[in-house]
């Protein structure tokens, strides 16, 4: 496209083109249509958002993790203040201490990037084997050199960005003001201003995360109970093509199609079997085209009615648990290529078409003809009366609302590309042993695929949206743990700095349950500013989330109140074993060795 020319604005231009050819050549192009497609959507699907999300969600870990390693520099450091004070004394500079600090600090950082690698190995591959087949390149996902390069280069810059922190703190060159206060066992306030800091951005961070493997797992839920429109337990369904050379149109599909479904039903435990061209949740065999109503004015190109048309044997419905909402399914006599045409159409068919009037009754004509024959010997039209409504199928996956379908008799327009779905009573994987073997008694050289069961179908429709749930849930469940101990930690440290303050207000009356109370409150303000500050930060983040989601908007009044209130559970249970240990604090001890 030129330069400034949008996706849509092409569409339309080609949209328009069609209908112009439509009329000008209304025997060819009738029914045709154009839409432009970027080509790497087209390669890749629509995976690029989700995956920058999982990138997202990973940079958010990441930070969690370099905050948690920078609270417990600053407190090593302060650990250390004796020592730095000595060092200056005896002429160490500034800028000196801070590179020692530094140093250490990347040498740790080497050190757990070197952990980490060992365990993305076996991360990766436990990924990989676990992930949707549909992801694209999914299978090309590996730890390469440019992988470590990245690692290494991150694992440097946050080694000496975190480390940074606590170095110029430790660095402070106030010697006496650091002899006196390491004499005194306390942190100064611009440390103890830090560590706060760190612990609300680790609490902000983490709400983020929470809220969005909140907000896919409410929507996987919701995914998974959604009806997919039939029954898909105990159905096993495969793909078979005939080849056209060996298998001209109509009269050898028709004997293939009878003689596998007389063998099939004579197996063990077999309830009904059901000849489809296109099966629900497979991206394959759907046709879309318009059709016209007997006795009703041909409508314009902007207002033809379309509908996705299915052929189908009597028993498809039965096979599949398909409901018969009114009039009556086709039966084997309707079947018959001579038999007076009919057609079975949905609800939704119905209530987009016909939204005032009853469509049973009513004679349509589709757009979709071919050969019966080899070449030239005949052609067939899917066309023929409304004798009943049967239930919407999610036909495309669970997410996609249901389209109008038409469903005709499959020996009436029988094609060489079918799904034979066979709903058993018996164990659904012998049941797929015995059909191999149907299948290569009538014709070794048949190409049997797709073998599976619906159940399983039904599944794999939903492997992408569960691949994003369960990897954002994992880094969820890790930013929950490293917020639990940075919290744990800063409370934990700040009470083995208040001991002789601890100790003086027991002396002076306060009770253990007051001990706990002020100690886990101080943890819990920390807490609560910063899952205020993440609430904000989700509600403005969170759109990249809701791009993927299911019946959940990024607004979901359950998951923002819920991630908060699971974080705060969190943090005081972080905050509750450091107050027990300062109740249990004696007073005598305390002052002796202050």
């Known amino acids: 496209v030129k330069d400034g020319v949008t996706v849509a604005a092409a569409s339309n231009e080609l949209a328009t083109i069609a209908s112009r050819l439509a009329e000008q050549y209304p025997e060819s192009n009738t029914n045709f249509g154009g839409q432009a497609i970027p080509l790497q959507e087209r390669i890749i699907g629509k995976s690029d958002k989700p995956l920058y999300a999982m990138f997202g969600a990973v940079v958010l870990v990441l930070l969690i993790a370099c905050a948690n390693v920078a609270n417990l ?29 530094v140093t250490e600090s990347t040498l740790l950082s080497v050190a757990g990037a070197m952990l980490g690698a060992a365990v993305a190995a076996w991360a990766v591959a436990a990924v990989v084997s676990f992930g949707p087949s549909g992801l694209p390149r999914l299978s090309e996902v590996a730890i390469d050199g440019k992988v470590l390069a990245f690692t290494a280069a991150l694992t440097i810059l946050t080694g ?29 306030g611009g440390a103890q201003r830090t560590r706060s800091a760190l612990v609300i951005a680790e609490m902000t961070l983490a709400v983020v995360l929470l809220v969005g493997a909140g907000l896919l797992i409410r929507s996987f839920v919701r995914l998974i109970n959604v009806d997919p429109g039939f029954n898909p337990e105990r159905v096993v369904a495969f793909n078979l093509s005939l080849p056209t050379v060996k298998y001209p149109y109509e009269r050898h599909a028709r004997a293939v199609v009878a003689d596998i479904t007389e063998r099939v039903r004579q197996i063990p435990g077999t309830r009904e079997v059901g000849i489809t061209f296109g099966r629900p949740l497979e991206n394959s065999g759907m046709m879309r085209t318009s059709f016209e109503v007997d006795g009703e004015a041909p409508s314009g190109p902007q207002n033809r009615r379309i509908s996705q048309v299915h052929m189908t044997s009597p028993g498809y419905f039965q096979a599949m648990g398909i409901p018969l909402i009114r009039g009556r399914l086709y039966t084997a006599e309707d079947d018959r290529p001579e038999a007076p045409p009919v057609v079975v159409v949905t609800q939704e068919f119905a209530r987009r078409h016909f939204p005032n009037d009853d469509p049973i009754g009513k004679r349509v004509k589709y757009g979709i003809t071919h050969d019966t024959g080899a070449v030239g010997q ?23 609302a249901a389209y109008p379908t038409t469903y005709a008799p499959f020996n009436t327009f029988a094609i060489g590309y079918f799904s034979v779905l066979v709903r058993t009573d018996a164990d659904p994987r012998a049941v797929q042993t015995q059909l191999k073997g149907i299948v290569r008694a009538i014709d070794p050289d048949l190409p049997i695929f797709s073998l599976t069961t619906m159940e399983q179908a039904v599944s794999d429709s939903v492997a992408q949206p569960r691949f994003y749930m369960v990897l954002l849930g994992a880094f969820a469940a890790i930013a929950l743990l490293l917020a639990a101990l940075g919290i744990y930690g800063v409370i934990s440290y700040t009470v083995s700095q208040r001991t002789r303050e601890l100790g003086i207000r027991v002396a002076l ?34 759109r990249t989330v809701a791009s993927m989601t299911f019946g959940v908007g990024k607004f979901d009044p359950v998951t923002l109140v819920m991630a908060p209130i699971t974080l705060m559970a969190v943090a005081l249970l972080g905050c509750y074993l450091p107050a027990r240990r300062a109740s249990r604090v004696d007073p005598v001890i305390a002052m002796r060795n202050d």
Do not use: N
Request: charged residues 20%.
């Open 509 to 542: 009356g306060a009770t253990r349950e007051r001990i706990v109370r002020h100690v886990i409150g101080q943890g819990l303000m920390l807490s609560g500013i910063g899952v205020a500050l993440g609430v904000v930060a989700s509600i403005a983040l969170t």
């Open 73 to 101: 520099l600053l407190v090593r450091a302060s650990a250390r203040e004796s020592e730095m004070a000595v060092r200056t004394a005896l002429g160490a500079g500034r800028g000196r201490i801070v590179r020692q600090l």
């Open 378 to 400: 005949g052609e067939a039209q899917v066309q023929g009366e409304i004798i009943g409504i049967v239930g919407d199928v999610k036909q495309r996956d669970l997410a996609t």
């Open 160 to 188: 000496i960005l975190f480390g940074l922190v606590p170095a110029l703190h430790a660095s402070r060159p106030d010697i006496a003001q650091m002899l006196r206060e390491s004499v005194r066992g306390s942190s100064r």
